[in-house]
């Protein structure tokens, strides 16, 4: 049996955690963000065998395969029979760079894996087990809601799908981003968190009552001030975006700039950022989908 499944990528402008509860379903972040029409598309061939499973990936590489093997494990529980799974990730957004890899990997293995072993999951259960690989293998807190649900989101209750909540924002406008270099979320939030939770939970309620999308990039660039994230790199796009009229925010976590422009403005951001020859510019529209099988 094959089957596949795409989960769009995520960046997340500002962010609140909560990993404090036992239950991995019931730990995660609320914060805001948006999900974009690149992610991971995932395969999978199910043949009767050893139990075991074999990754690969194509496109940009991931630095490891563990939530992949957490999110295969579970299901071959499941499963319980002589499943050997195929899996391939083609993974199109840089991994590392605050852009949802691994939410997105582990989202669209865990759907195409429901239905390529037929273990009839709703989509909720599948879901959950996504978030508990991130949550798990900490690489990740509120990625999986969003990029489960996709749009342009304020999350305002903690934990997997089914269990945390959001709200979206519309907006036509599209997002550009410049990414530079990795940053580790698993050091960062070993490292980091009980010092930004304070002004994360504040901009949520200020962005409920405002729905900005421009206001949203006002906070996330004070959220990245306030935590310490921005380079020379960065701050030297930044200035540049903002000298051309342009609000910008920053990826949580990654050297990674973004904004959000009419479609119009989109040959002028370009040219502000192909100046930067070690970047990496992404165009893209934000996805409102959200995970499927296809």
Partial sequence: MQAQAFAPGHITGFFKAHVEPSRPELKGSIGAGFCIKRGVTTKVKVTTGEPGFRITNTGYKADNTQVSEYVAKEFLKIANGKHFLEIEHHVDIPVGYGLGSSGAVALSLAFALNKGLGTNLSRTQVGQIAHNAEIHCKTGLGTVLSSYHGGFEIRTKYGAPGIGSLR???????????????????????????????????????????????????????????????????????????????????????????????????????????????????????????????
């Fill in 168 to 294: 979206k924002i519309h907006t036509d406008y599209m997002p550009i981003v410049i990414c530079f270099s990795p940053i580790s979320t698993k050091e960062f939030i070993k490292t980091e968190l009980s010092k930004i939770n304070g002004l994360g939970a504040k901009m949520v309620t200020k962005l409920l009552r405002s729905r900005s999308h421009l206001e949203f990039l006002d906070m996330s660039l004070e959220f990245a001030r306030y935590v310490g994230v921005i380079t020379p790199k960065m701050q030297q796009v930044i200035d540049d975006l903002q000298l051309h009229g342009f609000k910008c925010g920053v990826a949580m976590f990654g050297e990674t700039v973004f904004t959000l422009i009419p479609k119009a403005k989109e040959g002028t951001v370009l040219k502000v950022l192909e100046k930067y020859h070690d970047g990496i510019i992404i165009k893209s529209e934000i996805d409102t989908s959200g995970v499927r099988e296809f």
